[in-house]
């Protein structure tokens, strides 16, 4: 048992725990605190990634998520992985498939989605403060999705819209389709 084999109160925040120095990060036990969380912010959005895909081999990536009053992401896919969304505080509304865009399903706090891979969605927060979610990929990999989008929005200047061809470029080089323009207005 790993808790009598490592008591927890006992265990250092941010530990990587296996049977020898050789242990890859997928074989390993990885305990990480809310406060250590990388934390990379685009669109908007901020993400607290408790758990990366290097951490885990690849498996996964844990993170929790802020989405700000009537904010949400255009209708896209992701090609590599599937999500869970679990709405720990707020609602959100989410559309997916062929309807995606057109029809909206509320999810209230303790309520969650599962977004399959290769599934048009989006999601949008209807309520007048941040919703938060915890967030799981499967595999990991969305979280470099993110932070690379994070640093294309911090290299723009002031007040300034990032860089669109670099976010699509980054989307691409991770799996991710937006199936609108992004920049464009929304349509009427």
Known sequence: MLAATFPTA??????????????????AVHLVQAQEARRVEAFGDRLDVLLSSAQTGGALAVAF?????????????????????????GALEFSAGAEVGRTWTRVAAGGAA???????????NPEDTATRTL?????????????GCAEVFAAAEQGASPDMAAILRVADAHGIEFLVPLGAPPAA
Do not use: C, W
């Open 65 to 89: 998520g802020t989405v700000p009053p009537h904010h949400g992401p255009p209708p896209h896919v992701h090609h590599r992985e599937a999500e869970v969304m679990v709405v720990l505080e």
């Open 135 to 147: 967030i799981v990929a499967l595999p990991g990999g969305f979280e470099e999705f993110f932070a």
């Open 10 to 27: 006992t265990l250092p925040t941010a530990t990587l725990l296996g049977p020898s120095s050789s242990t890859t990060s997928a074989e």
């Open 114 to 124: 599962f977004l399959p891979r290769g599934v048009a969605h989006t999601f949008r």
